[in-house]
């Protein structure tokens, strides 16, 4: 079965500080994996998606095969990036999602 | 950019009673749909795949005399709660694929309350 941890729920990060959101996943397979955002009031959207390698709003994220992890990495955080950020993994032609982490952006 | 309407946003209905979700891909025909549900504090759990002209998917647990899914159409997906309880209050999503693997569009989603 596939699984994605996203090991804290709760983020706090001060502007301009780097940002990194955890996400580790189980997958027998060759996963394909993404980061959704949710600001507030907002539908989901999604954020980047490892094959394509590429950098939204800053946000970077590189899948590890040997620790199982996609972590989502900014540099200099921003206060509009206070959101909800989903690592989901697609496989078994479904998305799994984790829990989720809220980032909060303290001024 | 693909967009996906989802309506109700909210809804409130008695207990015994049969709410129905809608799901619409506005500028893109959709094979596949997805249903989501999510708990209060909890991750997005996949309900059921939708396919165009053909019976849903359901995961496990999932009852599928419970929550009717119709997806008749390349744009539109429905989702029928029937005899809701309260117990059947959550949030629920539904994306839509594009085609392209991994290529899915959420919609805004739909609280619904049973009382």
């Known amino acids: 079965a596939q699984r994605v941890t996203q090991p804290e729920k709760l983020l706090s990060v001060f502007k301009g500080a780097p940002v990194e959101l955890k996400c580790n996943y189980s997958y027998s397979g060759s996963p394909e994996l993404f980061w959704y955002v949710q600001y507030s009031r907002q539908r989901l959207q999604l954020l980047l998606r490892?094959?394509s390698r590429e950098s939204i709003k800053g946000f970077t994220a590189d899948l590890n095969k040997g620790e199982t992890s996609f972590h989502l990495k900014k540099p200099f955080a921003q206060e509009e990036d206070s959101a909800m950020y989903y690592c989901a993994l697609f496989g078994n032609e479904k998305l799994t999602f984790g829990t989720g982490t809220r980032l909060t952006i303290i001024p | 950019g693909a967009v996906v309407s989802q309506h109700p946003s909210w809804v409130i209905c008695k207990s015994g009673t049969s709410v129905k979700i809608e799901c619409r891909s506005l500028?893109?025909?959709?094979?596949?749909m997805f249903w989501y549900r999510q708990f209060p504090k909890q991750s997005l759990m996949l309900m059921a795949t939708?396919?165009?002209?053909?019976?849903?998917?359901?995961e496990q647990g999932v009852e599928k005399d419970k929550f009717l899914i119709n997806h008749a159409s390349l744009t539109l997906s429905t989702l029928t709660v029937t005899s809701a309880h309260p117990e059947d209050s959550s949030f629920y999503i539904c994306?839509?694929?594009?085609?392209?693997?991994?290529?899915?569009?959420f919609g805004s989603g739909t609280r619904l309350t049973v009382v």
């Open positions: 490892h094959i």
């Open positions: 994306s839509a694929s594009q085609g392209a693997r991994g290529g899915y569009t």
């Open positions: 500028d893109f025909q959709a094979t596949t």
């Open positions: 939708s396919n165009e002209g053909s019976k849903a998917t359901y």
